[in-house]
């Protein structure tokens, strides 16, 4: 026992003097990780093992959608034009079976520029619908608008037949299934449980940060989906032709063969 607190930090020092620094405790390993991760500064062995960036997803340029809107009007009789407000265009298909609504406010790659419905008969309930946001490819928009101006006369399979046979890569999760392209760039998403977005076709791999997406209701046919299958792969596919002459080496043409043997005759 000491008989002053200052004989007992006096002992102290002189005993754990070494030990003894000014200031807070220094930093332990979590705590300097996390301090570089807010400074955005990664750890040498994240960023060794880091996934390599996916292609970018195809998207409409700004305008492409009104285009396309206005050639569906001057080229596609059947459909007839409405326009009930300013920032809306309705086209009605003539079967009166069939009806797409165009928002021309929509911007952001979130805002629903396109929400497309079918119904059964003249009066008859909603079979089906689909949103379609700002910056969708046009083909895809196209696909559905045709699918249902000529349904086809032949079953066109299965979506995810298309998908498999495309390269695409599978992934089960608890309440969904999702189809990725090689690349990443779109992503067919399968939820069947749910009743608004039973299918989601979008930009990129991530829904959260998706360029684009088109969501359908419970209720859209197996053809459509096929046919919306098959346009999504055609759009990952269309770059491939550049590559086309990597497949065939310099080396092999056959013109230093003929005159090598021109010389032994």
Not at 112 to 140: K, M
Not at 166 to 188: K, L, M
Not at 243 to 255: D, K, Q, T, Y
Request: net charge negative; no cysteine; proline share 9%.
């Amino acid at each position: 026992m000491f008989d002053t607190e200052a004989e007992a930090v006096a002992e102290f020092h002189r005993l754990y003097s070494v030990a003894v620094r000014p200031g807070p405790a220094p930093l332990t390993d979590l705590e300097q990780a996390v301090r570089r991760l807010l400074a955005g500064k990664l750890p040498a062995t994240t960023a060794e093992h880091a996934p390599a960036p996916s292609v970018e997803p195809p998207i409409a340029e700004p305008g492409e959608h009104e285009a396309f809107l206005q050639a569906l009007f001057a080229r596609e009789r059947q459909w007839e034009r409405y326009r009930p407000f300013d920032e809306t265009t309705i086209a009605s298909h003539e079967s009166l079976t069939a009806r797409a609504e165009f928002d021309h406010e929509a911007r952001h790659h979130t805002d629903v520029a396109w929400t497309i419905a079918e119904y059964h008969g003249l009066v008859g309930e909603r079979l089906w619908h689909a949103t379609i946001t700002a910056a969708t490819p046009i083909a895809l928009i196209h696909t559905i608008l045709q699918h249902l101006d000529a349904p086809p006369l032949v079953a066109a399979g299965e979506a995810h037949d298309v998908l498999r046979d495309a390269g695409w890569h599978p992934t089960s999760h608890p309440t969904r299934t999702t189809w990725t392209a090689a690349a990443g760039s779109i992503t067919f998403e399968h939820t069947p449980h749910s009743t608004t977005d039973r299918w989601t076709l979008y930009g990129g791999d991530n829904l959260d940060r998706a360029a684009w997406t088109i969501r359908l209701s419970a209720g859209a046919g197996g053809d459509l989906l096929a046919e919306l299958a098959s346009t999504a792969t055609s759009l990952v596919a269309a770059p491939t032709p550049a590559a086309a002459p990597r497949a065939v080496p310099v080396s092999r043409l056959p013109m230093p063969v003929p005159q090598q043997r021109t010389h032994r005759r």
